[in-house]
């Protein structure tokens, strides 16, 4: 079962659960203001650590200027985290009551 709970800065190094590997074969382009499909062939891989450390440090910037972080854990997988989002403390310019998206990772196994 998956549980959502908001993450507090010293869970932030859990980060490093999340494996974002996967083969891409597809990606999107704004092209003249219009989403345009472009197909790839690329490998991505775990991210190192000091790629976590650095998105670590992002998030906790962003939670100690009042944004937040959800974490997905998986409370029959032994508790692993299965995902995390967060969400930016200042309104989206355009769109004031919208806050921003930064930051949305699913771990490979939990992909449907």
């Given at each position: 079962m998956i549980k959502l709970r908001n993450l507090q800065v010293h869970e932030l190094s859990r980060?490093?659960?999340?494996?974002?590997s996967e083969h891409i074969t597809l990606v999107y382009?704004?092209?003249?203001?219009?989403?345009?499909?472009?197909?790839v062939?690329?490998?991505a891989v775990r991210w190192s650590a000091e790629?976590?450390?650095?998105?670590?440090r992002e998030l906790v910037m962003r939670l100690q200027s009042g944004g937040m972080c959800v974490g997905?854990?998986?409370s029959a997988g032994g508790g692993g985290l299965a995902g995390i989002a967060s969400l930016g403390a200042e309104p989206v310019e355009t769109?004031?009551?919208?806050?921003?998206?930064?930051?949305m990772h699913v771990s490979r196994p939990y992909w449907r």
């Open positions: 980060l490093g659960e999340i494996d974002r382009r704004v092209q003249d203001g219009v989403l345009v499909p472009e197909a062939d690329s490998n790629r976590t450390e650095g998105y670590v997905a854990e998986d769109r004031p009551s919208l806050l921003q998206l930064r930051f």
